[in-house]
């Protein structure tokens, strides 16, 4: 069997109306793994709800396929529905009914006796705190309390797949990170794989193996370290000036792209000179250096994230 969980190629979607056709998703390809948590980023419009809804059987695509789960959606949008668990961003629900009540009724629709319903459901309405509420009409609910019970819904039939859609959004912070715990215990425990969009960057850092940054096309995935070159690149901080030691590095093997930047010396390693940079420091002190401080040159998300996006938008940058 495969390890992986959802992948697309080529996939993409033009939206026709009569002012025109808008490009949403373009030549998209995208492996995510099983049991993985995988975050889907990108600037509003950029098509990350359109891939949802392609991934989901939703809509077609206008080219390209997915394959979720070992099946081709378009050929068996219903078995793929099947596996998934849907968390919208604009999730709706029937008010005038109790939270236990539309969770029953949800789970008829997947051929789930009431009994099984409560029994899966009740656990996790104790835990996100809806336990004094399960017997409550939805219209009373405030909009973190909705977003609670969408979760329990989309978890209900017990998916392979769960996708994201802002899951956090309206939570109480208080409870953000039992929520966060949920998704790592269903990703390592159940093999679930997660796929998560969202725009609280803090969010993904914490909880996604690996990422991928969107604008209609992939402009980049791979794990945070991966993407910032944070695994090949360091900085040295010195108590003088680091220009003079700029060509003296440069010249060492397996180093490159060496900047000099006040008292900080930046550079990056080939990957077959990961071991380079103990001759490196050895070369500054040697010819008078004093080195306070050596550390990988790592970028955080949203540092990468601006970068990527914003060279995206550059002329000659990703398109």
């Not at 995208?30 to 098509?47: Q, R």
């Not at 008829?108 to 009994?115: F, G, N, P, Q, V």
Request: proline residues 5%; contains cysteine.
């Amino acid at each position: 069997m495969s390890d992986l969980a959802i992948q697309t190629q080529g996939l993409a979607k033009t939206f026709r109306s009569r002012r025109g056709s808008v490009l949403a998703v373009d030549d998209l390809n995208l492996t995510v793994h099983t049991g993985e948590i995988f975050g889907l980023l990108g600037p509003n419009g950029a098509g990350k709800t359109t891939t949802i809804r392609m991934l989901c059987g939703l809509i077609r695509p206008s080219a390209g396929q997915a394959i979720v789960d070992g099946l081709a959606v378009t050929d068996r949008p219903d078995d793929v529905r099947a596996r998934i668990g849907l968390v919208p961003e604009d999730a709706g629900d029937h008010g005038n009914l109790s939270l236990i009540e539309e969770l029953e009724y949800h789970g008829a629709l997947h051929s789930l006796r009431r009994a099984t319903v409560r029994q899966r459901a009740m656990p996790l309405i104790e835990r996100l705190g809806l336990g004094d509420r399960a017997s409550h009409r939805l219209e009373t609910f405030s909009k973190g309390m909705r977003r609670k019970f969408h979760l329990i819904r989309a978890l209900l039939h017990q998916p392979r797949i769960l996708l994201l859609d802002e899951p956090t959004a309206g939570l109480d912070p208080a409870i953000v990170e039992d929520v966060w715990d949920l998704f790592k215990a269903l990703a390592q425990q159940h093999q679930v794989t997660v796929i998560l969009c969202s725009h609280h960057l803090e969010e993904v850092e914490k909880l996604c193996d690996r990422v991928a940054i969107v604008r209609q096309r992939l402009l980049a995935q791979g794990t945070v370290a991966e993407l910032s070159g944070g695994e090949g690149r360091w900085r040295i901080a010195l108590a003088n000036d680091a220009a003079p030691f700029l060509p003296l590095i440069a010249r060492l093997p397996g180093v490159h792209e060496a900047a000099a930047q006040g008292a900080l010396l930046r550079f990056s390693l080939t990957s077959e000179a990961r071991d380079t940079v103990p001759p490196v420091v050895r070369a500054i002190v040697e010819n008078g250096g004093a080195v306070l401080e050596v550390a990988p040159d790592t970028r955080d998300l949203r540092t990468l994230y601006k970068s990527v996006v914003g060279d995206a938008q550059q002329p000659g940058g990703p398109q």
